[in-house]
């Protein structure tokens, strides 16, 4: 998902099934019809980064009922009712990768979904299986500017002993 659908979800937007969540997107920048898209959230095999697991830890100290599924946190790290801006994401993103000591490196909200894609892709997962939980329909640019830089890292010298 990208970082605007992600900031327009609400919590009727979660359809719980025993495997995960799907989500429906309503619009799109690639729905502008608004015939709204069903993606699929699976749960993890970690704890640590089971996705549903943190969905629901999220879901635990968000403001109760209905409304953004995503609020913003101000005051003394505690949600509030207001939805996410539409830069939120990415400056939480950038934000975090200077507290991890990656400053000076370019990310944004949309390296969530390169970083999702590219480990994908170094793990084996298929084209056709990344291109659909990306929603990518050109999957020139998906193999271009997503997975082909990954594949690019894995067959480098390092190996040759230099």
């Known amino acids: 998902m990208r970082p605007s659908e992600i900031s327009a979800l609400d919590v009727e937007d ?3 099934k025993p495997t995960g969540v799907l989500i429906r997107i309503r619009r799109s920048k690639t729905d502008p019809d608004a015939q709204g898209q069903l993606v699929g959230i699976a749960r993890g095999e ?3 980064t089971d996705p549903i697991r943190v969905l629901d830890a999220w879901l635990a100290v968000r403001p109760a009922g209905v409304g953004p599924l995503f609020t ?3 005051h003394h790290d505690h949600p509030d ?5 539409p830069r939120a994401i ?4 950038q934000e975090r990768a200077i507290v991890a000591g990656f400053d000076g490196i370019p990310v944004s909200g949309h390296s969530l979904r390169v970083g999702h894609a590219t480990t994908a892709a170094v793990n084996g997962a298929s084209i056709d299986r990344i ?3 990306t929603r990518h329909r050109d999957l020139g640019t998906l193999l271009n500017h997503y997975i082909r830089p990954a594949e690019a890292m894995a067959t480098t010298s390092r190996d040759l002993g230099l």
């Open 131 to 133: 291109a659909a939980q």
């Open 81 to 85: 009712a207001d939805r996410l801006g």
């Open 72 to 74: 913003c946190v101000r």
């Open 90 to 93: 990415s400056k939480t993103v």
């Open 46 to 48: 970690h704890p640590i």
């Open 14 to 16: 979660l359809l719980r």
